[in-house]
């Protein structure tokens, strides 16, 4: 089970950080990853690690203003974002990765069940 949090109403310009937590599954086991979906739209590819975790990618649209990060120890994963704008408004999922590609949202076998981020111009 993955339980997302930290979602909320931002002004543009400003910081939020996500969190999601991972129960009964083997965490480090896994390679983590964020995706988001505006209304009315597809769910995108955000961030996501490798397999062995040395290696991160982003997205386009926020590549230099996000960091993904993910204690082990904690089975948590992380989702700084900066720099907000509004069109990074969105449902935000995280998700949990057994193979292929980490741009494929078909290649993920579990996810959360969301998070709301509002940016505000």
């Known amino acids: 089970q993955l339980q997302a949090s930290g979602g909320g109403l931002v002004q543009a310009g400003g910081s939020l950080r996500l969190s999601c937590a991972a129960s009964g599954l083997t965490f480090s086991g896994y390679a983590m990853g964020w995706f988001r979906q505006a209304p009315g739209k597809e769910r995108d590819f955000v961030a996501a690690f490798s397999y062995r975790g040395d290696n991160t990618y982003y997205g386009d649209s926020v590549k230099g203003r996000f960091t993904i990060s993910r204690d082990n120890a904690k089975s948590t994963l992380y989702l700084q974002m900066n720099s907000l704008k509004p069109d990074d408004t969105a449902l935000y999922y995280c998700?949990?990765?057994?193979?292929?590609?980490?741009?494929?949202?078909?290649?993920?076998?579990?996810w959360g069940q969301g998070t709301l981020v509002t940016v505000s111009s």
């Open positions: 998700a949990a990765r057994n193979r292929g590609s980490p741009y494929n949202r078909v290649n993920y076998a579990y």
